[in-house]
C-alpha cells in the first residue's frame, strides 16, 4: 500500500526538503514520517479479509483438483470394482470348465497305454473319488440358507431389534452347516456349484461368498451325498447350527433342508495349491 508521499495524488511536487511544508501544509520531519491522518495506517482488517478470500480459493482448488470435473460423491469407483470382481468370476469359472475339459483328455489319452496293472488303475480310481475330482452319485440333501428381510423386525418378545449384522449369513453359519454334513458322513459335498475338496475355503467378504475364485450371492445352497438321515441328525445336533436357527426363528434368516433324492455331483475341476503332501496311513 502506497502512502500518501509517493502516491500521484498526494502531491504535484518532489520530495521535500528537512522542515518544509506539503502543498496540504501538514509539516513533515526528517525522517519523512507525516500524519497518520494523510498517509493511512495499517488497517488489520482488510489483511483479514485477504486471508479469508485466499483460503476460500485454496479449497475450491482442492475440491477441483480431487474430483477432476467428476462428481466425487457418488460411488461409481465401487460400482467399477463390483463389476470388475464379476467379471473375474465369471472368466475363472470359464477357465474351471476349459480345465475340466482338457483334464478329460489328458485321462483319456493315459488310459490308452499308460503300463499300470488293472489293480493300480482301481487304486487309482479310488484315490480320485476320494480326493474329489471324480462325479459321485447317490442319495443327496441341500441346505439352503438365505439372508432375511431388510425391514425384519424381532417376531419374539424379550429379544432387541435387529442389527444389519444379524439379518445376513456369516461365514461361519456356512462353515457350521459343511462341518455337521461331513460329521453326519457325506461322502461328497456341493457348494452352489462347486465341488469341496480338501483344500476349498469357505470364505466370505460382505454379504458374497467367494469360493475358489468365484463369487457368489445369496441364498446359498449346500449339497450333500450320503445317508439323508444321518445328514439331518448331524444338522440337528450342531451346536453352531442351533445358535443359527434361534436368528432364523426371531428374525427371519433363511433356513431350508429337502431330501433330493438320487443326484450326481460334479467332480473337482480346478487347481490345486498343495506342493507337499503326505498320504494317509
Not at 470348465?97 to 487304486?123: Q, Y
Not at 442319495?139 to 425391514?151: H, I, Q
Not at 455337521?180 to 461322502?187: K, M, N, R
Not at 445317508?227 to 443359527?244: C, F, G, M, T
Request: glycine letters at 10%; hydrophobic letters at 35%; aromatic letters at 6%.
Amino acid at each position: 500500500m502506497s502512502n500518501s508521499a509517493d502516491s500521484p495524488e498526494a502531491g504535484s511536487g518532489t520530495p521535500l526538503e528537512d522542515g518544509a511544508t506539503d502543498s496540504s501544509g501538514t509539516g513533515t520531519d526528517a525522517a519523512g514520517n507525516g500524519d497518520a491522518s494523510s498517509r493511512g495506517g495499517f488497517r488489520p482488517v482488510r489483511v483479514l479479509t485477504v486471508g479469508v478470500f485466499a483460503l476460500a480459493g485454496l479449497i475450491f482448488f482442492t475440491s477441483f483438483d480431487t474430483a477432476k470435473g467428476t462428481n466425487i460423491r457418488t460411488d461409481a469407483s465401487l460400482l467399477r470394482l463390483s463389476d470388475l470382481i464379476q467379471e473375474r468370476s465369471h472368466k475363472n469359472g470359464q477357465l474351471d470348465e476349459s480345465n475340466a475339459v482338457l483334464r478329460d483328455d489328458v485321462e483319456a489319452l493315459a488310459e490308452r497305454d499308460d503300463g499300470s496293472t488293472d489293480a493300480e488303475d482301481a487304486r487309482l480310481k479310488a484315490l480320485e473319488k476320494n480326493a474329489g475330482t471324480q462325479k459321485l452319485k447317490g442319495e443327496a440333501l441341500t441346505v439352503t440358507l438365505d439372508d432375511a428381510p431388510p425391514d425384519a423386525t424381532a417376531k419374539l418378545p424379550g429379544y432387541p431389534e435387529p442389527q444389519p449384522d444379524y439379518l445376513v449369513i456369516h461365514q461361519q453359519d456356512l462353515q457350521a452347516v459343511v462341518n455337521a454334513l461331513w460329521l453326519g458322513g457325506a461322502q461328497g459335498i456341493k457348494v452352489m456349484d462347486q465341488r469341496l475338496i480338501s483344500t476349498s475355503a469357505v470364505r466370505c467378504v460382505g454379504n458374497t461368498l467367494i469360493l475358489q475364485g468365484r463369487v457368489y450371492s445369496p441364498p446359498y445352497k449346500i449339497q450333500a451325498v450320503g445317508d439323508p438321515e444321518k445328514l439331518q441328525r448331524a444338522l440337528a445336533a450342531s451346536e453352531a447350527i442351533q445358535n443359527y436357527m434361534v436368528y432364523v426363528n426371531v428374525y427371519g434368516l433363511g433356513w431350508k433342508v429337502t431330501e433330493d433324492g438320487p443326484v450326481t455331483l460334479p467332480g473337482y475341476s480346478g487347481t490345486v495349491d498343495l506342493k507337499y503332501a503326505k498320504p494317509v496311513e
